[in-house]
DNA sequence: CGCGTTGTTGAAGAGCTTCAAATCTGGTGG
DNA sequence: CCACCAGATTTGAAGCTCTTCAACAACGCG
């Protein structure tokens, strides 16, 4: 409950919120409580009536899905994310279940002072269909990547994504455990493994969470990245033309939850 | 250009305008246009800055993502629907690819009118927003869909889902080509051939454009449908208890572009 | 009726999963 | 601080799923 100022400007900041007079902000954040949960705790299971919008505040939180006793990860989110908008806005069940894979420290916002507060300031609602519209595009970028790519591919796509958002260095940190990213990448830990093995063909050196990648020149011709899947600007001089540089210019916010 | 006020009514009926006031409406469909496309036409590429909102008010039309020569189906649409409300929102490029797959007739509304008149209307933003929340979680299922469950599966489902929504008849008519089915299912055609036929152990019987479901008990038990997954009603007769018929109370719309 | 497209079937092989066992690792209690 | 343990990761072997290629059958449109 004791929720320091600093905690609500980084709320502040977000997209949905960074426009928004303060007058609204208030309206949304007025009944919002803070609150810390262990590694391990569940936020939400799948079907649950959802209640309220939750934000990241620190931490780690994975949303996953299931059926039939299979898992499957959907997205793993770090500070600063909301989450579970869509469910909010329709006042629906979750259709993914929540767990903090870390300490985290979560604010819930009321689901029913949003969606008032949305009918009553047109700019704060127009911020939460761009939101929306944001992890709409992010779902179908991870649906193409999916259905489009085998597990290698998608392996090397996802280490340059990181490489991009580590700011290139050669040798990156994996941000959670590896079974957690091979459910993330829709495959099974040994398979990840395997895929990993067959990556040092491309430069690829794994040591423990750290990955070096030795030649990046050679897993982006594997990996053939674009902006129609992966959202991420690469290293300018691994692009063959300006033609190619021109549709990675621009790329949008990525949305974690995607 | 010749739109019926039929045409517009239908557009009315949908869940976005509603419950829009007649002035909302008419400021969204102000600039718009019809236009008659045979078939095989491609309205969209991928990367392909959206200036319209579509609305498929008759005909067929298929969204799809592409990545090195390969192609996946997205979303299979069939009217009344509207499709890129996301990328319209956003103002953003196109993700997905649109074409039509038999002569479509397709009314166009203009982005920036319908960005504008969200900004103006808080009640129709509160509806865009909804709308886009809606096929989020299509998404969401879809992902599920294709992560949790094999090729069988996703066929099972498929024809249980398209039983309930053919009002459960012994024999269901698949709404378009195998081949297409195959891409939107993540399948090859050959596969989608072979699902069918391991199927018949399950009293699924197909003939050209025909399926018989004989045993649709047989085929729920492999099929194992779920509302967080597969969003439909399912026969009251094959649930097990009380407490598995509550979960499928109160199916959400469908979002076909899921 | 003919031809091109669509759908089916077979065989081979690539990709992925499962099970089992052998490390490795991080975190805990002493 | 160290030894220990549970869980995480890796590796191997086997088997299943899915794709690919090729050939053939069926269908539908002109």
């Not at 900041?13 to 309206?27: G, K, Q, S, V």
């Not at 279940?97 to 047109?122: F, N, V």
């Not at 090397?156 to 958002?165: E, G, P, S």
């Not at 590896?178 to 099974?188: D, E, I, N, P, Q």
């Amino acid at each position: 409950m004791t929720m320091r100022a600093s905690d609500l400007d980084r709320v502040k900041a977000l997209p949905l919120f960074r426009n928004t007079t303060p007058e609204t902000f208030r309206d949304v954040t007025g009944g919002a409580f803070l609150q810390r949960f262990p590694s391990g705790t569940t936020l939400l299971l799948e079907g649950d009536t959802v209640d309220f919008l939750y934000v990241l505040l620190d931490g780690t939180v994975e949303l996953q899905g299931s059926w039939k006793q299979k898992e499957t990860t959907l997205a793993v989110l770090r500070p600063v994310s909301t989450f579970i908008l869509a469910a909010v806005v329709l006042d629906a069940d979750a259709l993914m279940s929540a767990h903090t894979l870390e300490r985290s420290e979560i604010l819930m916002l009321s689901g029913e002072a949003l969606r008032r507060t949305m009918k009553q300031d047109p700019d704060f609602c127009f911020a939460v269909a761009q939101e929306l519209s944001g992890c709409y595009r992010g779902l179908v970028r991870g649906v193409k990547n999916q259905k489009l790519r085998g597990g290698i591919e998608r392996l090397a796509n996802y280490l340059i994504t990181q490489r991009v958002r580590q700011g290139q260095p050669e040798t990156i940190q994996l941000p959670h455990e590896k079974r957690v990213l091979a459910s993330l990448l829709g495959m099974t830990p040994e398979n990840l493994s395997r895929a990993f093995s067959s990556l040092s063909t491309y430069g690829v050196v794994v040591k423990g969470p750290l990955v070096t990648i030795g030649r990046p020149e050679a897993l982006e011709r594997l990996a053939r990245p674009t902006p129609l899947i992966d959202n991420h600007m690469p290293a300018a001089d691994t692009l063959v033309g300006k033609a190619e540089a021109e549709r990675w210019t621009a790329p949008e916010r990525t949305y974690a939850y995607a």
